[in-house]
Every structure is written in C-alpha cells, then in structure tokens.
C-alpha cells in the first residue's frame, strides 16, 4: 500500500511540476477531475428487508498533452478505490481499486496518419480478498500488473477518434508476490507440484510475456454541454501458444471501458462507468488457503462485465 501511494504521490507531483510551468511552455495542455462519491443505505423494521450499507469511492483522472510540429505525447493517468461497509463483513472491504498509466507518443506523417507508440500499465492499490473470507490474499499491488508496449501506426480522422493498429505487441502479466505466482495466479506458470500433491514453493514464474497484434479504438468528447463521454477498446490477438486457453478457443483478449461525466455544476456531478473484458488466458484458481493443497485452476473464459454509477462531489480542472 506505501509503495502505490509512492507512486501516485510521484506522478502528481511530476504533473504538478509541468502544469506550473506550463504557462511558458506553451505546447503542453493539462486538464483532469476528481470526484468523491459516498453512499448510505440504513433499514429499521423495514419489511421489504434490506442491508445497512455505507461505502465510498475517490476518483482521480489526469490529462497531460504535448504538441509541437508534428511530435506529440498523450499521457494520461486513471486513479480509483472504493470501500464499502455493511453488516455482512466484520471489517470495510474494497470494491474499487484501480492504477492506470497511460503514454502515447505520436510523430506525424501525413494528414491522419501518424507512426505512434502506446505504453500501458495497469495495476491496483491494496490486497484482493476471497470474500467473505477476508484472510486468503487472492491480489495485490503489482500482483497482477499487466504492461502493454505497443509501436506501430495511428489513424485519427478527427481530434476525438483515433484507431491505433500495431503488428507486434509485447503484453506482460506480472504477478510479484510468489505466493500467488506459485499457484499460477493471473495466468502466470505454476510452481511445480510434489510426489505428495502439494506446490514446490518458488518456482512459479512471476511474470508471463505475450507476443501478438493490438488495435484500440479510442474516443473522448464533449456529446453535450457538460457531459463527457470517454470509451476505448482494446484487441489483442497471442501469436504465442498460450496452455491456459483450451484448443477452439479463440486467443483473443478484449476490453472495453467506457466513462460518462455529467457536471451538474462547478462542485456535484454523475459519472458512470462500465466495463467489459474477454481474457480467457486468465484464470480463476480455488483452494482452501494460500498453502493448501487443494487448488482448482480454471480457465475464465466467460466474459466479465463491471458497471458503477456514482453522484457526488466533483472538480474539474
């Protein structure tokens, strides 16, 4: 946890440092917003039942651009955690928890086309629990954390459409915590198992390298007075044989994140957030704790959908 709150604390700064100089720097543009959202539900003797509930959820997104002739950087950082309280968990629990850094930089060779490059990386703050048991660690920060390096060409037809197509991607899935590593967490390879049935601890690899075709498919604009509308798409396609992904299924990872902000005025806004995502290298993996031997990995091969929506406190910048 010290160590992602680091990392955000330098990213700022860094953003902090250039947005103080930007007013000489006349090719740089910043912009962001961040939002705090809060949620209670209270029932007493209410007959059609219900649960109390209190939770929270901070926002952080930061835009900085750079263009100067026909060079350009597009950096852009995504910040999220949420928790929520109830009567079901002794304890608060995590119900966001997102690290997204995102740079692409861009040199013009003719009017919509670009030679560009993408890097991505993305991760999360704390610890992942099993729940409702809230002792088996199942994630951590940088465990997983998945990095995208992605040159080739960009298509942008106008400033809020682009279409970014690279031949040859590196994808890496890391999983730094060789606990989680050593049971094949997140994809990676497993550690090797005993003549008694339990793991050789340490020899699950923590990291798992991805070769293959990538297209995202980007889009931000203002559809409305004071409502934006942010969506991407990624596709990545493994050259690379993958043992995760049963044979007949397609190697294909897919994501599709989509953001909606409405500012009602300067300080309140709606946002909304949805996201779908197709990996089916990934794995789900059942066991009855970080050192038992009972462990089930099964492929997660079923498409994954994730949808808030949150009104409450909200600046932009």
Do not use: C
Not at 127 to 153: E, R
């Amino acid at each position: 946890m010290k160590k992602s709150l680091l990392l955000i604390m330098l990213f700022i700064s860094g953003v902090v440092v250039a947005q103080n100089s930007a007013d000489t720097t006349k090719p740089w543009k910043f912009s962001g917003l961040g939002s705090l959202t809060l949620n209670q539900a209270s029932f007493n003797n209410w007959s059609a039942g219900g649960e109390n509930s209190l939770s929270g959820t901070a926002l952080l997104k930061l835009y900085a651009d750079y263009t100067k002739g026909k060079f350009s950087i597009n950096n852009n950082a995504n910040f999220k955690y949420g928790i929520l309280s109830n009567d079901t968990y002794n304890n608060p629990i995590k119900n966001e928890d997102l690290i997204e850094l995102n740079s692409q930089f861009n040199y013009k060779t003719s009017k919509h086309w670009s030679m560009s490059g993408l890097i991505n990386l993305t991760t999360q703050f704390a610890n992942g629990y099993n729940y409702p048991d809230d002792s088996t660690v199942i994630s951590k920060f940088f465990a997983p954390a998945y990095l995208t390096v992605a040159p080739g060409m960009l298509y942008k037809p106008v400033d809020y459409f682009s279409i970014l197509m690279t031949p040859i991607t590196m994808k890496g899935v890391f999983v730094m915590d060789q606990a989680l590593a050593d049971l094949g967490a997140f994809g990676v390879d497993k550690a090797d198992t005993l003549a008694d049935g339990s793991i050789d601890k340490g020899t699950g690899k923590k990291v798992k390298l991805k070769l293959g075709a990538f297209v995202e498919f980007y889009f931000k604009k203002e559809i409305k007075t004071d409502m934006t509308l942010e969506s991407k798409i990624n596709l990545f396609y493994n050259y690379l044989e993958d043992k995760n992904i049963a044979d007949g299924t397609l190697k294909l990872d897919f994501q599709w994140q989509t953001f909606v902000n409405y500012s009602i005025n300067k300080w309140f806004s709606a946002n909304f957030f949805v996201h779908f995502a197709y990996m089916p290298g990934d794995v789900f993996i059942e066991r009855t704790g970080i050192d038992g031997k009972t462990i089930k990995v099964t492929p997660n091969d079923k498409l994954q959908i994730k949808q808030t929506f949150g009104l409450g406190l909200t600046y932009n910048f």
